[in-house]
């Protein structure tokens, strides 16, 4: 069953009981909470995850508790809490859904070691990955979005998951967190998409979430192998321009912007390796998405599967 | 017995620790309480590395086993992370040629304990000799380790009632140094001789660190441990306690050792709540004729049990379905009782007026 095909009303009993259990894979996360607001969102952008038995075995455990003792009349705040242990200072109490997500990616970042964790988006087509590594300004989640909204297929905007010994990306689908200006971009590219609320003022300014296209969600088990790395470069009005980039600097910027690279050791320098060789590496500037997508398409046609 | 989401995830927890085979059975419900649980109290590699050594990783489930090779793989780059750590620190004391002796998670690397890889450390902690404690904090600073922020009260309540100085961090690096001159602050109730603790000190692997001897080590545990304010996650503390008394208990005259030496230093309390608690929590075994001796060491009737059941409460593995935590009235006690402990009133009203304003403005809304 769906989690949209659940009630609102429904969907708030769960998570306010024993909790709603939902099959993110690689995962599943179990949400207890109260907040019948934060009920709503999570249907409404995790609406075509299957949910599961909120008894059975979860990876990760979160509970969004809203916080009492001296300040709950001033101003409620909410807690991301797992295992027991809350590791971030509160937030305010609307902002729990973006306090979900950066809290559910850091306690993933924490235990999925069995993977080169790269910080990057991905997206296919054709059997073909794309890995967009992430650095400051890329806008690695906008373009991610918005060929996502144009047929191709997510699988992460956060993380690369590479599981080692191999050069193939595992899905980990989510929503695809917006910030800024991205915001209304995204609107006015994909007028269609389903974009959530906008929570303002957030410790990365304004954050909404782009929900997964079904197709994205449907296939969330499908591994596939990168086919090119690309490195964005947003600048506006910028023409677009591609320039190939040497393996060598590939494999630095790669291993550099790893989550866990010095944990997994030997192993994340061969899924390094494995990755440099068998994708092409480019560094894309671009002013628009439409330029984008067009140079980005040109890339997979050029490039032949090594 | 079908375990779920509500089953004893302390008891689970204590059990694997002790002997991972009673994890084998469980059912995937269980296999959750027992992560969670052993999370919660930073013990997860902990049981995973005495899994592997048991031969059973393989028998474990597919998720769960991800899992524990996922927290040993973060705890074993933490240990290299340490050791490496250690060898900085000690090439700058010995330019200066200031002796340094390890102190609790990089000394039990450096002791090869078997668990010491699983640990999870932050931070690393080394002993200089008192008189020498400026000079080694100055040649640190001038090979490139800063002072962590802390504001000009933090800085002189370390420099003057505490045992070490503040901590310091090279810039860039995950773990910060805590450089120490003995094992107690000064102005508390215990006042071990730190010149006893260089005596008796050994040779590591590590040529030119030191190590307490057995015995001191396992008081400077104990002290830590029973001595503290802080009494939440400190289940870990307790299995280091717990591995100490596994691995020394074989050497030649240890238990003697141990009482001669928390007689003279004056850590007999300390010693009787480790060896009182230990048995009871982790099935330590500790010679009977052991355990009446540092029986004398024990306080007032009334007080003995008090301290027996709150530090039972305290020290079993914390639950993680319990947010926030429990036990606030005890906990709040024991926080009290290690200030006590750690100054004279003259000092402590001050300070503790001091940390209540401060933790008032705090959270008082911005």
């Known amino acids: 069953m769906k989690v949209g095909a659940l009630s609102a009303s429904g969907v708030h009993a769960a998570m306010s009981s024993r909790g709603i259990a939902i099959a993110a894979p690689p995962i599943i996360v179990r949400l207890r909470s109260p907040l019948r607001f934060l009920a709503d969102q ?100 906008t373009l ?29 689908v989510r929503p695809i967190a917006l910030k800024n200006e991205s915001i209304a971009v995204m609107r006015a590219f994909a007028p269609d ?43 506006r009005d910028e023409p677009v321009s591609v320039q190939r980039l040497e393996p060598a600097k590939t494999f630095l910027k790669l291993a550099g912007n790893a989550f866990n690279y010095e944990v997994v050791g030997e192993r994340g320098f061969s899924a390094v390796a494995s990755i440099v060789r068998q994708s092409s590496s480019h560094i894309i500037h671009y002013g628009d998405l439409d330029g984008a997508h067009a140079a980005l398409e040109e890339i997979l046609r050029a490039t032949p599967d090594k | 017995m079908t375990v779920t989401r509500d089953s004893n995830g302390p008891q689970i927890v204590i059990d694997a620790a002790l002997d991972p085979s009673t994890a084998i059975g469980l059912d995937l419900a269980g296999w959750e309480r027992l992560l ?73 690397l450096l002791r090869g304990m078997p668990h010491a890889g699983s640990r999870i450390i932050s931070d690393i902690d080394v002993m200089v000799e008192h008189r020498r404690i400026d000079e080694a904090e100055n040649a640190l600073l001038a090979a490139g380790w800063r002072g962590t922020k ?63 001897s057995p015995a001191d080590s ?7 441990l029973f001595f503290d304010s802080d009494f939440d996650g400190r289940f870990r503390d307790l299995l280091d306690l717990h591995e100490m008394l596994t691995l020394f208990a074989s050497e030649d005259e240890f238990w003697t050792l141990l009482v001669e030496a928390a007689r003279a230093q004056g850590l007999g309390r300390p010693l009787y709540y480790a060896l009182d608690t230990l048995p009871r929590i982790l099935r330590t075994p500790v010679p009977v004729e052991v355990l009446r001796e540092v029986r004398q060491f024990r306080p007032p009737p009334q007080v003995d049990l008090w301290m027996a059941r709150t530090l039972h409460a305290m020290l079993m593995p914390a639950d993680p379905e319990v947010w926030p935590l429990a036990h606030g009235g005890r906990r709040w006690l024991m926080y009290a009782r290690s200030h006590w402990l750690r100054m004279p009133p003259y000092l402590l009203l001050p300070h503790l007026l ?13």
Request: proline share 8%; net charge positive.
């Open chain 1, 42 to 141: 999570i249907r409404a952008l995790y609406g075509d995850y299957d949910v599961v038995d909120p008894e059975a075995f979860a990876d990760v455990d979160v509970r969004m508790c809203v916080v009492g003792g001296v300040r709950r009349w001033r101003r409620p705040k909410v807690q991301f809490v797992v295992d027991g242990v809350a590791p971030f200072d509160p937030f305010p109490l609307e902002n729990a859904m973006p306090m979900f997500e950066w809290g559910l990616n850091w306690a993933f970042s924490q235990r999925a070691n069995q993977n080169l964790l790269l910080h990057a988006s991905v997206v296919e087509r054709d059997g073909r990955a794309i890995l967009f590594p992430a650095w400051p300004g890329s806008g690695k989640s």
């Open chain 1, 144 to 172: 991610a979005g918005s060929l996502v909204c144009r047929g191709w297929r997510l699988l992460s905007d956060e993380f690369g998951i590479v599981p080692l010994g191999g050069a193939s990306v595992i899905p980990f």
């Open chain 1, 193 to 235: 998409a389903y974009i959530g609320p906008i929570f303002p003022a957030t410790r990365k300014g304004d954050v909404a979430h782009l929900r997964p296209t079904s197709l994205s969600t449907a296939r969330s088990r499908e591994s596939a192998p990168v086919h090119a790395v690309v490195f964005p470069n947003f600048q």
């Open chain 2, 36 to 108: 969670s649980c052993a999370r919660r109290n930073a013990v997860l590699a902990y049981i995973a590395k005495r899994t592997v050594a048991a031969g059973l990783i393989d028998a474990v489930p597919d998720a769960p086993r991800a899992a524990m090779l996922s927290a040993l793989a973060s705890a074993a780059r933490l240990a290299q992370l340490a050791l490496w750590e250690l060898e900085r620190v000690h090439r700058v004391m010995r330019t200066v040629g200031i002796p340094m002796i390890a102190l609790k998670g990089v000394a039990y």
């Open chain 2, 150 to 212: 802390l504001d000009p009260y933090d800085q002189r309540y370390y420099r003057k009632w505490s045992h070490e100085i503040p901590p310091l961090r090279f810039p860039g690096r995950v773990l910060s140094v805590d450089v120490h001159h003995t094992i107690c602050p000064p102005v508390s109730r215990l006042r071990p001789k730190p010149e006893a603790f260089w005596k008796n000190s050994i040779e590591s692997a590590h040529h030119g660190v030191g190590l307490l």
């Open chain 2, 218 to 224: 396992f008081l400077h545990g104990a002290v830590h």
């Open chain 2, 354 to 366: 001091r940390k209540a304003w401060r933790s008032v403005r705090a959270a008082s809304p911005e």
